[in-house]
């Protein structure tokens, strides 16, 4: 039986003949439809928006209106401003110290909960547990860290009751590190998703294969676990780093007005109606995310490996 | 959710020393995951007079009657009517739309990578940035920005990629060989569709349905330039924020954890009664 062709779209007529002709589609066709409502709202309200502020980055504006135009002023205003290379080195810093904690707790809880874990019930709970935050509003996650690291807040309390300190600590809080925290918060469930999905893939023989062969737990790990699993880390860099690059509340709420990020500045161009300056900022921004984003899906086709 | 035969390495009682230090890695995540949580669930039953940080003046429950009392400056009821209603449509348009897009990326088709590119690009833009073509697009043509026009739009451009990649993972562990047996007990391609690909995949589905209701619940830097005159939940809490803090955003917190607790438990209800429906029928074949 020819089963595997026929199961690809095409069928033969078993039961009783049908009313109205049969259609016969290929199987190209048939993808299409299905992917077609996918690929036109995608295209309609994603590529095309996009298109559009990349066509009014270049536009001329005043404080009445925006011009037609084709002029790099926008361009030019924005790279020789230095606020702008501050606030993506910041911006940069941040994302990069961000993606190394998440990468480290998320990897490891998403081996636990894989490989640890014993029965199919207690990771669905463990998993559960790691996702419930996630359904509270992202910006009451945030400032839930402000009553906990403040100056009377819960953690210095706790620590001067344990007399570990003597003061409250004053960094904790509307600092860089109260950025950071917020931040692994909101974002590691974004590498455990993925990183647990690729791991769940990894046939268990092939540890104990290793295993046999004489490799060592770090061996194991380096040369078998982590390989097999980058799809997963990659997926998962990707997302926390966008994330980051592309965060509007966080650094706003948590750094007490020290910091600021490229698209809070960018924000305020919005508000102020400066609609071509803002544009040409949001490009850089979409270019240099691309950029990052192309580097890190070189290292592994995500493509190929999710839809095998 | 990873289903299927235990992959616990080795299989034996005794536990080597990395399980120690990675559940103890687990557990302080937990920590820090639900430790400032607490503060706030704890915090919303602060005292009348007391503020937004501790210390407790006492305990009430006036700022949960705050959400609900009518003349405040925010309209909390109303707006969070508005974060179901529209998360109620996106989760609906993104499960048919991404499970769809899920059983054509099985086999090759020509544009397949122009399209997945698509995706993974409006999954990585910059959230604000969409909400901001968006809108300069309605603003460009005159339309009238609203929450089930342009607001729907901006989410399902952050909601669908995610449902996209949640279906990869969904159809990479079906079985084609259900779908051929279907085939040659001569199911059509619609029965087989219907009554063998759907239930078997639904667990999956049911997942991609509830992580854009959630994706779509809680966002706001897609909607807060495309949603027009009325406020969803997220960007009612941001205006508070932005004007006083009261503990009664806390109280939203909680009650919006309690809510999440019980669909969870439902959800989890279901899908484990659909398992062992399953497990049963399987019993019964065998």
């Known amino acids: 039986m020819s089963s595997t062709q026929e199961a690809l779209g095409t069928v033969r007529q078993v039961g009783p003949t049908r009313a109205w002709p049969r259609l016969r589609l290929a199987p190209w066709m048939v993808s299409w439809l299905q992917v077609g409502p996918l690929a036109l709202i995608l295209f309609v309200l994603f590529a095309l928006p996009t298109t559009l502020f990349l066509v009014v980055s270049f536009f001329d504006y005043d404080r009445t209106g925006i011009y037609p135009a084709f002029m790099l002023d926008n361009y030019a205003d924005l790279v020789n401003s230095p606020a702008t290379i501050r606030v993506y080195l910041s911006s940069m810093k941040f994302a990069v110290i961000v993606w190394a904690i998440t990468l480290f707790v998320g990897f490891n809880v998403a081996y636990f909960l894989v490989f640890h874990v014993r029965s199919n019930t207690v990771r669905m709970v463990f998993f ?28 210095n309390q706790a620590l001067m009751g344990a007399g570990i300190t003597d003061a409250p600590l004053q960094f904790l809080l509307f600092s860089d590190f109260s950025v950071i925290v917020a931040y692994v918060h909101l974002f590691t469930l974004l590498m455990i998703g993925p990183i647990a999905n690729s791991l769940a893939k990894i046939d268990p023989a092939l540890i104990e294969a290793a295993r046999d062969a004489g490799g060592s737990r770090w061996q194991v790990m380096v040369n078998v676990v982590i390989p097999l699993s980058k799809t997963g880390i990659v997926l998962g860099s990707v ?13 706003k709420a948590m750094s007490g007005g020290q910091s600021a990020s490229i698209v809070s500045a960018l924000s305020t161009e919005i508000q102020a109606m400066q609609y071509p300056p803002a544009a040409a900022n949001a490009m850089v921004l979409v270019l240099f995310t691309a950029i990052m984003v192309a580097g890190m899906m070189r290292i592994v086709d995500v493509r190929k490996e999710l839809v095998k | 959710m990873l289903a299927g035969p235990s992959r616990t390495i080795g299989g034996t009682d005794r536990r080597p020393w990395t399980f120690y230090a990675l559940g103890a890695l687990f557990f302080g995540y937990m920590v820090f995951l639900y430790g400032p949580m607490a503060a706030i669930y704890v915090l919303s039953f602060q005292g009348e007079n007391g503020g937004v940080t501790f210390p407790m003046t006492g305990f009430s429950l006036v700022w949960f009657a705050d959400i609900v009392k009518p003349g405040q400056m925010a309209n909390v009821p109303d707006s969070f009517g508005r974060s179901m209603a529209l998360a109620a449509i996106v989760s609906v348009i993104t499960t048919v739309v991404a499970v769809a897009a899920g059983l054509a990326f099985r086999r090759p088709f020509p544009g397949s990578g122009a399209v997945f590119y698509l995706a993974v690009a409006s999954l990585v833009m910059p959230s604000l940035l969409v909400g901001f073509g968006i809108g300069l697009g309605f603003r460009l043509f005159d339309w009238k920005a609203s929450l089930f ?12 990629p995610f449902g996209v990649l949640a279906m990869f993972a969904v159809v990479n562990r079906f079985n084609r060989s259900w779908e051929e047996a279907a085939t040659d007990l001569g199911a059509s391609p619609w029965q087989r569709l219907r009554h063998v690909t759907l239930p078997i995949l ?85």
């Open chain 1, 128 to 155: 559960l547990l790691c996702a419930i935050p996630f359904w509270t509003s992202g910006i009451i996650r945030t400032i839930a860290w402000i009553p906990f690291l403040g100056r009377n807040g819960a953690f």
């Open chain 1, 239 to 251: 997302l926390v780093f966008t994330q980051v690059m592309g965060d509007y509340f966080v650094v």
């Open chain 2, 149 to 160: 026009t342009s607001g729907l739009g901006a989410q399902l451009t952050w909601t669908l």
């Open chain 2, 202 to 286: 639904m667990p999956g589905i049911i997942g991609v349905a509830m992580g854009a209701f959630t994706l779509s619940y809680d966002e706001y830097a897609r909607t807060t330039l495309t949603i027009g005159q009325k406020n969803t939940l997220p960007l009612e809490i941001y205006a508070l924020i932005s004007s006083a803090t009261s503990p009664m955003l806390f109280a939203i917190g909680t009650v919006t954890t309690g809510l999440s607790f019980l669909i969870i438990g439902v959800t989890v209800t279901l899908i484990l009664r659909m398992q062992r429906r399953r497990a049963a029928a399987t019993l019964k074949v065998g």
